[in-house]
């Protein structure tokens, strides 16, 4: 049962759900570019704001403005720049993150209670937690402040996130339901803007490839683009895209869902992000040894060959996408693959390789010849050195095995796609994104929290005193 609702009325109706962060959104878009520099503030704090009402009315609600605001605002931020100019902080990109912090008062519950202390499924998220906080403590050391704030932000505030929704979350589905009911309105939006960015950039695209430090994403060029949609780079946005698929697929079938496949399909493939295609064929592999989702995954297996097919052969853009393809067997001609190798002989052969590491103090990777940052466990090498970054995978590696095992647990197409979602995340997204920083860590954190539901933790202590014929009777009664 969702906490803290407010009672109904005709205007909780209208501040219910999700509507406050889309008119945020909005009028952030359409008015902050006259507003000038002080939009940017004004909409980190609509963001807390809307945040606070959504995790008051719903957490369901909450799940779905999170999603909304990590989906859009990105595309906000650059519409405001190309009036504004170009802000190096990217301030705006704070607002979600204070948006999921909200959720944090509701933590006291846990560290009041010795009840809720004793859940196993917290221990991998506070030992996240300490990395993090060593991770700032050596920024700090480096007298880079702001460096330790920021990286504490973005790689903390998810984690935070991910404990409160996981107190709020229960074993019947109703949140990954609420997560798969916004991606319908997502997945549409976002694909459509894909293939408009493809054909022909907006102004506030081009502007953003221009200054922006991301090399990934092509060229600010009609045809050249490697697709990120409405948010920060073809990872993110492919990510996310591969992560509604998935939802839709299995737990929205219907022609509703079918309008929001084609066009996010063709922005998926258009993103040329090879580890969002691996994730998403994994998941479904994974979904159709499962009796409860076997026929669905079957369909929505040759649902996805068919228009990766259909991409192929009957738009402008098949060329692109069939090489990029035929890439996934190139082996040793895999420029990208040889770069990631390359990452992990350039840390070794540092003075003293990353013994320590190096915070969040990160250096620009526009700047020729920064090594670039691909994968968890060069990001946790790098920021916290090898003790620690070991400490901080091996926890990453325990949430995503824990969720995964949600398949077994939960026997139904809820638990099996969550199960599904996380043996992604861990064998795909781990050594080759890092998915412990902002929009991506977040959506990681959401699905360890409804894969791990609270009401899964512990039994209730007046169970635990339970007479044991009594217990006896209330297993064969399914009571227990």
């Known amino acids: 049962m969702n906490q803290g ?72 931020r650059r519409i405001v720049d190309v009036t504004v100019g170009y802000d190096q902080s990217s301030i705006m990109l704070i607002g979600p993150l204070m948006f999921v912090l909200t959720s944090l008062p509701s933590l006291w519950a846990v560290l009041s209670s010795p009840e809720r202390l004793r859940n196993p499924w917290l221990i991998a998220p506070f030992i996240v937690l300490g990395c993090v906080a060593y991770g700032a403590m050596l ?120 309008i929001a496949l084609a066009p996010a399909a063709l922005g998926l493939l258009l993103s040329l992000y090879r580890t969002g295609w691996i994730a998403l064929a994994v998941a479904v592999a994974f979904c159709m040894v499962f009796r409860s989702t076997r026929r669905r995954a079957l369909a929505t297996g040759l649902g996805i060959v068919g228009a990766a097919m259909a991409a192929v ?53 526009g700047v020729a010849g920064t090594m670039p940052v691909d994968g968890q466990i060069i990001a946790s090498w790098l920021t916290f050195g090898i003790p620690v970054g070991l400490l901080c995978l091996a926890a990453y590696i325990w949430v995503g095995v ?3 095992s949600a398949a077994w647990r939960m026997p139904t197409k809820e638990g099996v796609v969550l199960g599904a979602l996380s043996l992604g995340g861990i064998l795909i997204h781990l050594p080759l994104t890092s998915i412990s920083s902002s929009e991506i860590s977040a959506l990681f954190w959401m699905i360890f929290a409804m894969a791990c539901p609270h009401d899964q933790t512990v039994r209730p202590a007046e169970d635990a005193t339970m007479p044991l014929e009594q217990t006896r009777t209330g297993i064969r009664a399914g009571r227990v």
């Open 402 to 404: 824990w969720s995964t």
């Open 139 to 258: 920024s700090v050391f480096q007298n880079d402040w702001l460096g330790a704030a920021t990286g504490a932000l973005r790689w903390g505030a998810p984690v935070l996130y991910g404990l409160a929704l996981q107190q709020r979350s229960n074993s019947d589905g109703e949140l990954v339901n609420a997560m798969a009911r916004i991606f319908l309105v997502v997945l549409p939006l976002t694909g459509l803007y894909g293939i408009w960015q493809y054909v022909d950039p907006p102004a506030w695209d081009r502007f953003w490839m221009n200054y922006a430090s991301i090399l990934s994403a092509g060229y600010p060029l009609p045809y050249m683009v490697r697709v990120f949609s409405t948010m920060n780079g073809p990872a993110t946005y492919a990510t996310f895209t591969a992560t509604g698929l998935l939802l839709l697929g299995f737990l929205r079938p219907g022609w509703q869902s079918l």
């Open 5 to 76: 609702r407010l009672k109904s009325g005709p205007v909780d109706f209208v501040l219910s759900g999700w509507l406050p962060t889309a008119l945020l959104l909005i009028v952030t878009a359409a008015v902050g570019p006259a507003m000038g520099g002080l939009s940017r503030p004004l909409f980190v704090l609509g963001c807390a704001a809307t945040g606070w009402l959504a995790w008051r009315r719903s957490t369901a609600a909450h799940v779905q403005s999170a999603i909304l605001l990590f989906a859009f605002a990105p595309l906000v």
């Open 313 to 365: 052969l009957f738009t402008p853009f098949g060329d692109v996408i069939t090489d990029r393809l035929q890439s996934l067997g190139s082996g040793s001609e895999d420029g990208s693959g040889n770069e990631r190798l390359e990452e992990f002989v350039t840390l070794w052969n540092t003075p003293d390789s990353m013994v320590m590491g190096s915070g969040f103090s990160f250096t620009d990777i």
